[in-house]
């Protein structure tokens, strides 16, 4: 071919070496570490075959775990992408001061996880921000404690995170709307659509592909969440919002490895599974122009 | 001061009447929740030497002391009294000082470690320190102290050793313990120390102490905190926690191949 020609393909070792030292070694090590008894008890590690797996469904809290970030996947999910589509679609009008609404929806994407889980923190706090306005506005009955409530506390959570990556979500929303051809959309108003019927069957069928890579990485993002979990509530009170990555995180505080990694691979499998799903279903519903 | 078990929750009756929080509780951090247990746990050993040592052959099970369970009652017993802060969820060791200074709060189950933050922040608060009433003499526990190590193949071996000695001299020792305010693990080294960590000196001097449980356990508790938290939220019974630290401790003994599990 004639790029083969242009581009040596050596050029792509350098690469290759990163991802294959800092990605693809790591995961299968992990697959590997996580048949053996590697803990911070042992001198030295053994192989043991599926025994972490089995103690791993013995134990059976990893369920819990997995039930949680299910729910949160779900939530973000749909919210995410719920709430970034609705923005692009407001944004694309010739509503006033749209750049500047863009930047703002955007920019808490590139804040720090951590930063925006310290300032969820003041918003949530029993005399915090959220609770003042509900009782200003006359709704002092429906206050919590939005994180020390065991039953509201991972919904909070994800509130957090679709505030943080809306924007995100909104922007590639934005970019798919701005490529999809004028002349289709003045077809559809000369034949006379309104704008909920040219949004059901003209946008959003060429928003296909948008559409599936955003669900693709909000699930990705969402089923392999941390920081945010960590910053709000650790996985607590009890484990009312223990999700997988913070199961892990504790069982290798408590020197765990083998075990931990073993809940990573059981993770990772999750993960695969549920993307590639998602990924089959949705590539069948995108249009070729 | 409470001598007494009862004595301690009639004043907090009486504390509460008064409009304070009788105990604070940092339920958010929620490792000051396992103070409780891991102090009041000298109790046990004192009159049972030889328990931690049954604990570690796995010869009995926490759950398996009712005492213990007993222990986790009284702590939840707290809450449900309703002598914990409200929305101890968000509670943290940092609010409970401020609470414990200011007086919106009469008590905070924890250790004297607390005390030099809290006099940095606030060097006039009325604070002192008295061990959790379970017996009329009742006993503490002490978070055991660390030890300096030297790596004996390093290059610089007897730099180390001379530092090690150092670090050992009575005058760096007294300078130290002036500075830092807690009880020396030395014999024969004084120091002047806060008013609360002096309250409980007789009490540590007079032998009623043991380190806390954590410490002596032959494997990592785990995530005690965790199942304390689950106590104070109603997730879970006093036995149930039991069962959990339990279970926490099985899991890592299995995984340290200990003899009797």
Same mark, same amino acid.
């Given at each position: ?23 693809? @070694? ?6 590997? *570490? ?5 803990? $911070?008890? #042992? /001198?030295? +590690? ?18 819990n775990a997995v039930r949680h970030t299910l729910v949160y996947a779900a939530i973000v999910t749909v919210f995410q992408n719920g709430l970034g589509l609705g923005l692009a679609l407001i944004l694309t009008t010739r509503v006033p001061g749209r750049n500047a609404f863009r930047t703002v929806f955007f920019l808490p994407c590139v804040l720090s996880t951590l930063v925006i889980g310290y300032v969820f923190s003041a918003i949530y706090r029993p005399e915090g921000i959220l609770n003042e306005l509900l009782r200003f506005v006359g709704l002092g009955f429906a206050t919590t404690d939005w994180l020390g ?15 943080? @990556? ?6 590639? *929303? ?5 490529? $999809?051809? #004028? /002349?289709? +959309? ?104 | ?233 109603g997730d879970k019974t006093a036995a149930e926690v039991a069962k959990a630290l339990q279970k926490n401790i099985d899991t890592a003994a299995k995984a340290a191949g200990l003899a009797g599990w």
């Amino acid at each position: 071919m004639h790029i083969k020609k242009m581009y040596p393909l050596w050029l792509l070792l350098p690469v290759l070496a990163v991802y294959g030292a800092l990605y693809i @070694y790591p995961t299968l090590s992990g697959f590997y *570490y996580s048949l053996t008894d590697w803990n $911070i008890y #042992k /001198e030295s +590690i053994r192989f043991v075959g599926l025994q972490q797996y089995r103690d791993l469904l013995a134990a059976g809290d990893l369920v819990n775990a997995v039930r949680h970030t299910l729910v949160y996947a779900a939530i973000v999910t749909v919210f995410q992408n719920g709430l970034g589509l609705g923005l692009a679609l407001i944004l694309t009008t010739r509503v006033p001061g749209r750049n500047a609404f863009r930047t703002v929806f955007f920019l808490p994407c590139v804040l720090s996880t951590l930063v925006i889980g310290y300032v969820f923190s003041a918003i949530y706090r029993p005399e915090g921000i959220l609770n003042e306005l509900l009782r200003f506005v006359g709704l002092g009955f429906a206050t919590t404690d939005w994180l020390g409530n065991a039953d509201v506390a991972l919904y909070a959570i994800s509130v957090a995170n679709v505030w943080q @990556y809306a924007g995100f979500a909104m922007a590639i *929303y934005i970019a798919g709307i701005l490529v $999809i051809p #004028k /002349e289709l +959309i003045e077809a559809s108003i000369i034949d006379g659509s309104g704008y909920l019927k040219r949004v059901r069957y003209v946008i959003f069928p060429l928003l296909a592909p948008s559409f599936t890579i955003n669900v693709i990485l909000s699930l990705i993002g969402s089923l392999k969440v941390f920081e945010i979990v960590f910053a709000l509530t650790s996985g607590g009170p009890g484990d009312a919002t223990e999700v997988v990555n913070t199961y892990i995180f504790d069982r290798f505080s408590d020197g765990l490895y083998a075990y931990g990694t073993a809940a990573n691979v059981c993770l990772f499998l999750v993960i695969a599974v549920i993307s590639f799903y998602a990924l089959h279903l949705l590539r069948r519903r995108e249009v070729q122009l | 001061m409470p001598r007494t078990y009862d004595e301690l929750l009639a004043d907090a009756e009486k504390i509460k009447a008064a409009g304070i929080t009788p105990f604070y509780e940092a339920g958010k951090d929620g490792w000051p929740l396992q103070v409780f247990t891991f102090s009041g746990f000298a109790n046990l050993l004192a009159k049972q030497p030889d328990l931690m040592d049954k604990i570690n052959a796995h010869q009995t099970t926490f759950d398996q002391i009712p005492e213990f369970v007993d222990m986790l009652q009284k702590q939840a017993d707290l809450v449900k009294k309703g002598y914990a802060n409200k929305n101890l969820f968000s509670g943290t060791y940092d609010l409970s000082l401020d609470e414990l200074a200011t007086g919106k709060s009469a008590m905070v189950i924890n250790a004297d470690w607390a005390l030099p933050t809290l006099l940095a922040k606030y060097p006039d608060a009325p604070v002192g320190m008295f061990p959790q009433p379970f017996e009329a003499d009742s006993y503490v526990g002490i978070s055991d102290p660390q030890a300096a190590f030297a790596f004996k193949n390093s290059k610089n071996v007897e730099q180390a050793k001379d530092l090690l000695a150092y670090i050992a001299e009575p005058e760096t020792l007294k300078t130290y313990y002036d500075a830092a305010k807690t009880m020396p693990s030395w014999l024969g080294v004084e120091a002047a120390l806060n008013g609360g960590t002096a309250d409980l000196q007789p009490v540590v001097e007079a032998g009623r102490a043991a380190p806390f449980f954590n410490g002596l356990t032959a494997v990592s508790v785990g995530d005690y905190t965790k199942e304390l938290q689950a106590l104070y939220g109603g997730d879970k019974t006093a036995a149930e926690v039991a069962k959990a630290l339990q279970k926490n401790i099985d899991t890592a003994a299995k995984a340290a191949g200990l003899a009797g599990w």
